[in-house]
């Protein structure tokens, strides 16, 4: 069974900064692109990062460059996105996902509240 389990998440102040890790069971992702996606209230869910899978190419929302970034520990089947000078605006709940034989699984999200 395939699992990605969230964790860093939590209550901030603006400007502040937090790390959220990614980790994998199941699944061996050090072969996929990994990304990270946020929705928040009333709001689609959006890509926030993403990371190829030789970690030689990311991408961030025009939001977060800057401020944001992805990371990898294949060694340890995991992921991390470092937020730095948060704003209440990143205020969301943040999921990991890989795809992995052609099947799509998702983190069960993790609460990011940045307070003014």
């Known amino acids: 069974e395939v699992r990605l389990v969230e964790s860093g998440g939590g209550l901030v102040q603006a400007g502040g900064s937090l790390r959220l890790s990614c980790a994998a069971s199941?699944?061996?992702?050090?072969?996929?692109?990994i990304r990270w996606f946020r929705q928040a209230p009333g709001k689609q869910r959006e890509l926030v990062a993403s990371?190829?899978?030789?970690?030689?190419?990311?991408n961030y929302a025009d939001s977060v460059k800057g401020r944001f970034t992805i990371s990898r520990d294949n060694a340890k089947n995991t992921m991390y996105l470092q937020m730095n000078s948060l704003k209440p605006e990143d205020t969301a709940v943040y999921y990991c996902r890989i795809i992995a034989d052609g099947t799509v699984y998702w983190g069960q999200g993790t609460q990011v509240t940045v307070s003014s």
């Open positions: 990371m190829t899978s030789s970690g030689d190419s990311t």
């Open positions: 199941g699944v061996t992702f050090s072969g996929n692109t």
